[in-house]
């Protein structure tokens, strides 16, 4: 089965669901030009697979596609994009910087 990332806004979360089943998510505070992700988190059923890399990429994807920047407060999203430097584009600056 595949893995679907989808962006689920009532909940203020990203989730990477295998068929209808959530197999973790990233929880975020959106703004009109901004995502700060705060938390991610892959259920320990399905750790090992990827799955934590295949949602930060899906989320990241989707806010670039919207034209928004991010502020990446969750080390673990933080840590990905240090190893995706194609991403590094999306973190928000202060402006001065």
Known sequence: MTAEV??????????IRI???PAGFAAYVRTDDL???THTEIDPAHEG???GG?????ALDDVRSR????????PFV?????RHPDYA???HRASGD
């Open 19 to 21: 068929g209808e089943e």
């Open 67 to 74: 034209g928004r920047s991010v502020l990446p407060l969750c």
């Open 89 to 91: 584009d999306l973190v």
């Open 78 to 82: 933080r840590n990905w994009i240090e």
């Open 54 to 58: 295949a949602l930060v990429r899906g």
């Open 35 to 37: 995502v700060t992700f």
């Open 6 to 15: 989808v962006d689920v806004p009532d909940r203020r979360r990203y989730e």
């Open 49 to 51: 697979r990827g799955l």
